[in-house]
């Protein structure tokens, strides 16, 4: 069973930093891809960032050179770093994990067909 606990989410002005982490518990990482995603009120659910078992990195358009996924396997910690923040960024943030062979398939990102998500963190940023 995976367990996902987002933090570090907060309020910040448009242009600041914040750095999201999610303590992932219950999972081998041989098989095991791990993404963000957020949703604004009244918007669709949108993929953010993936990564997969090997490190390689996905990103949606809107966020690439401004925010950074990473993970670390023995810490079984997942990040994203966000700077250079839009209000545009502002929604509920959610870790989540796919254990479909550890790729990021499309169904899980940009899909959001994930077998386990997160509580969600607020990002709200002001311009």
């Known amino acids: 069973q995976v367990q996902l606990r987002e933090s570090g989410g907060g309020s910040v002005q448009a242009g600041g930093s914040l750095r999201l982490s999610c303590a992932v518990s219950g999972y081998t990482s041989r098989y095991v891809s791990l993404a963000w995603l957020r949703q604004a009120p009244r918007k669709d659910r949108e993929g953010v960032a993936c990564i997969d078992n090997v490190g390689k990195t996905t990103y949606a358009d809107s966020v690439k050179g401004r925010f950074t996924i990473s993970r670390d396997n023995a810490e079984s910690t997942l990040s994203l770093e966000m700077n250079s923040l839009k209000a545009e960024d502002t929604a509920m943030y959610f870790c989540?994990?796919?254990?479909?062979?550890?790729?990021?398939?499309?169904?899980?990102?940009?899909?959001?067909?994930?077998?386990?998500w997160g509580q969600g963190t607020q990002v709200t940023v002001s311009s």
């Open positions: 989540a994990a796919d254990r479909s062979g550890g790729r990021c398939y499309p169904g899980f990102f940009p899909g959001g067909e994930a077998d386990y």
